[in-house]
């Protein structure tokens, strides 16, 4: 069985978020308990799977992620990272519609080697700051918004870029606050240089201390900025470590994510169901 991983929302290899893909032969999923050992095994954020679906009217394929520890209800870059071995390998063509626990989902390749997402966009409530998030981030948040479950996440804004370059959260602390995962952003601090917000996405209660670039969170960051900057384009870079780009449109309920991704290992796994 062919397994690769795929560094998504960059151009170029190490950078990115890096996940593991395997298009599985059969018509249904492998038992869940060998799905969440190949992805403790490969134990990066998340890895995806996803079978053909023969004659379905909704969806091409199944697509379900899982990180090292859970089974996760959205997840973007390991999406493109999919649709990318898809595109790249000739398993499909056009635009992909895969069937998810977030509804159906679609992945088209433009012509410039971008690859497009449409996803929905992520219901934003007015929250209160959990007693200790400040101390277990390691700043002090303006504002706090529910992400829903979908995102599983509380999207937290800070005062400036800096201070979310700056972030060294202590990742027990923040478990016993919330165990929801925290979206740290803020402004750009210079918008010329090609993007508008800033972020970071940390989620140690599902076993990923820090996500280096999160799909899913841009489906919340999108209408939240564009409330703030009055427009529905936007770009968004995330400051890990490894760093990517999310290039994003607004439409009405869903979100257009647009990033590239490269394929950085190619191999056999002889671990088969």
Known sequence: MRIRIVDAFTDHPFAGNPAGVLLLDADAFPADDWLLQVAGELNLSETAFAHPLAGAADADWALRWFTPMTEVGLCGHATLATAHVMRTTGAAR???????????????ADGDGTITMDFP?????????????????GAQPLTVLDAGPDCGCLLVEVADEAAVRGLAPDFAALVRVTRLGVVATAAAEDSSRGYDFVSRAFYPAAGIDEDPVTGSAHTALAPFWSARLGRDALTGLQVSARTGVVVMRLRGDRVLLTGTAVTVVDGELHAVP
């Open 94 to 108: 056009g635009t992909i519609r895969f069937r998810t626990r977030a509804g159906t989902l679609s992945a088209t």
């Open 121 to 137: 966009v992520a219901p934003l409530t007015a929250a209160r700051a959990p007693d200790g998030l400040a101390q277990a981030l």
